[in-house]
């Protein structure tokens, strides 16, 4: 058998390459409507009455559409939803701030610096990622009463400040940097803070965007930590908001959909802005599978 052959032998044939394109069609179609579904069904939801929305079988389009469950957001207890939107964007970005300062520096001693008990230091940091955060619920809203931060924005941005993850991401990523650019800005004369500013930081935004985004979605959908420490409506986060839509004797759908279609923007907004970091973070620092 002359070499021609063979190659046309391992060739594909016209007809299987169609059949595998189509497939591969079919699954990115299936996966598409998968992902985009809920979100369609979201939005016609919030614009249907109560009267639609539990009707069998149910309407793809609202056949009567109405305003009223965005205007239902704003009569909730507390000030509405435009004052827990305010609440949470305040929260969120405050949070995500002080995390990839807090993070950068402590992954930038953890990588660039040798002294003694680093690394039991640093397992002590990775061992805090293994406990749940159900089980510090209840020393940390002690802490809170003993520093009489509760019902306060200290009380949700402060505790979330720390993260090991982030720790962990970042030391990561900093390990890549070539030691030789630190030690040639030492040389020039700059201290350690203009190094770790001027250098580092503008060297690790793609661990920086991936990082944020993690960071702005835990806090935004947070619920469990508003809920035990925030009493007063005034302080309520978005999620403490669409909580109120839960009635004892029913849930109105359409108003619940409508306070969701508005939470998820903000999300959608910073990962479309921040993707491609997102991506270059997630790829750089081996976090993928």
Do not use: C
Not at 6 to 24: G, H, S
Not at 60 to 73: D, I, K, M, S
Not at 145 to 159: E, F, G, H, R
Not at 222 to 247: A, K, M
């Amino acid at each position: 058998m002359n070499a021609q052959a063979i190659v046309m032998r391992a060739r594909p044939r016209p007809l299987a390459r169609q059949i595998e394109k189509w497939a591969l069609w079919l699954l990115l179609g299936i996966g598409t409507i998968a992902m985009v579904a809920p979100f369609y069904w979201m939005i016609i939801t919030s614009f249907k009455p109560k009267e639609e929305v539990m009707v069998f079988p149910p309407t793809w389009w609202p056949h009567q559409p109405t305003l009223r469950p965005w205007v239902e957001l704003t009569k909730l207890r507390g000030g509405g939803f435009p004052v827990f939107f305010r609440n949470s964007l305040f929260v969120t970005v405050s949070t995500t701030i002080l995390v990839l300062l807090t993070s950068s520096m402590a992954g930038y001693v953890f990588a660039k610096f040798r002294f003694r008990g680093r690394d039991a230091l640093f397992l002590l940091v990775l061992s805090m990622m293994m406990i749940p955060f159900n089980v510090s619920i209840i020393p940390l809203y002690a802490l809170m009463v003993d520093l009489k931060w509760t019902n306060s924005y200290w009380a949700l941005i402060i505790p979330s400040a720390f993260s090991p993850f982030g720790i962990f991401l970042m030391r990561q990523f900093m390990h890549s940097i070539p030691n030789d650019l630190i030690d040639a800005g030492r040389i020039d004369g700059a201290s350690e803070f203009a190094i770790f500013f001027r250098i580092v930081m503008p060297l690790s935004t793609a661990a920086l965007g991936a990082l944020g985004i993690f960071t702005f979605m835990w806090n935004w959908d947070d619920f469990l930590w508003p809920l035990v420490i925030i009493d007063e409506p005034r302080l309520y986060t978005l999620p403490l908001g669409l909580s109120q839509l839960r009635g004892r004797f029913g849930t109105d759908v359409a108003s619940m959909t409508a306070g969701a279609t508005v939470a998820v923007l903000p999300v959608l907004i910073v990962y479309l802005f921040a993707q491609r970091r997102f991506i270059e973070g997630i790829a750089l620092t081996g976090l993928k599978g």
